[in-house]
């Protein structure tokens, strides 16, 4: 299993200019999230899925969108960059099986000019 | 809403030191928690977990007991290595009646530097 995979690994955007950051997990959890951290703050929960089909908002969503067509994908859209965004974004993934212990990825490191 | 709190960092330990790195939670029910772990350029990884009241979780020689009188999770090594310099993140995952149900909450992160 490759596990949680994330693309790219580094991305330098200007203000205003959109994108989308790609997760994927082949261990069909049923359970996605996506993490920003920021030093000295942790990871907030920006959104997360239980399921195909269902999100909700987490902690910090403003600015941020989701979707979850397949079990497997839950990719994560900058509508317009704003430096404000600058951070290393995680993509997570967990299961009711592991008491929702989270298999992160590698992570994304983002930086908005 | 549900929330951690972990000691405020860094800690800087000489090799064979004993550790403790201190979390405390608030949620409501019965938590599951964590610590992860994060080295230098990487993601976060599983260190240990504890699911119910008194449980240990323990891994590569650290240990956390699941205290609810307390609230508390603190993790302990009782001989550190330069290779367990990392960032360590204390998380909670809500119960079925709790309103982070699947999610974790995590504290701020402890930075451990550990010199030979």
């Known amino acids: 299993n490759a596990g949680v995979t994330q693309t790219p690994k580094f991305q330098v955007l200007k203000t205003g200019q959109s994108m989308t950051l790609q997760c994927a997990q082949d261990m069909n959890h049923e359970y996605m999230s996506w993490y920003r951290q920021d030093p000295g703050m942790g990871l907030r929960l920006i959104h997360y899925s239980v399921g195909a089909g269902i999100t909700d908002q987490g902690e910090v969503p403003n600015g941020y969108n989701v979707s979850r067509s397949t079990t497997e994908d839950f990719p994560l859209r900058l509508l317009s960059a704003a430096p404000s965004q600058t951070s290393v974004y995680f993509c997570?993934?967990?299961?009711?099986?592991?008491?929702?212990?989270?298999?992160f990825g590698p992570g994304t490191r983002l930086t908005v000019t | 809403g549900d929330s951690v709190t972990q000691m405020e960092g860094p800690v800087t330990l000489s090799e064979e030191a004993f550790l403790t790195i201190n979390c405390t939670y608030t949620a409501t029910g019965y938590p599951s928690l964590f610590w992860y772990v994060q080295y230098p350029g990487e993601g976060l990884q599983l260190l240990l977990k504890?699911?119910?009241?008194?449980d240990k979780g323990s891994n590569k020689g650290f240990e956390a007991t699941y205290r609810k009188e307390t609230t508390s999770f603190h993790l302990e090594k009782g001989s550190v290595q330069v290779s367990d310099s990392a960032v360590y993140f204390c998380?909670?995952?809500?119960?079925?009646?709790?309103?982070?149900?699947?999610?974790?909450?995590f504290g701020q992160g402890t930075i451990l530097t550990v010199h030979p």
């Open positions: 997570a993934s967990s299961y009711r099986g592991t008491d929702y212990e989270q298999y």
């Open positions: 504890a699911t119910k009241a008194d």
């Open positions: 998380a909670l995952s809500g119960d079925a009646g709790g309103t982070s149900y699947g999610k974790l909450t």
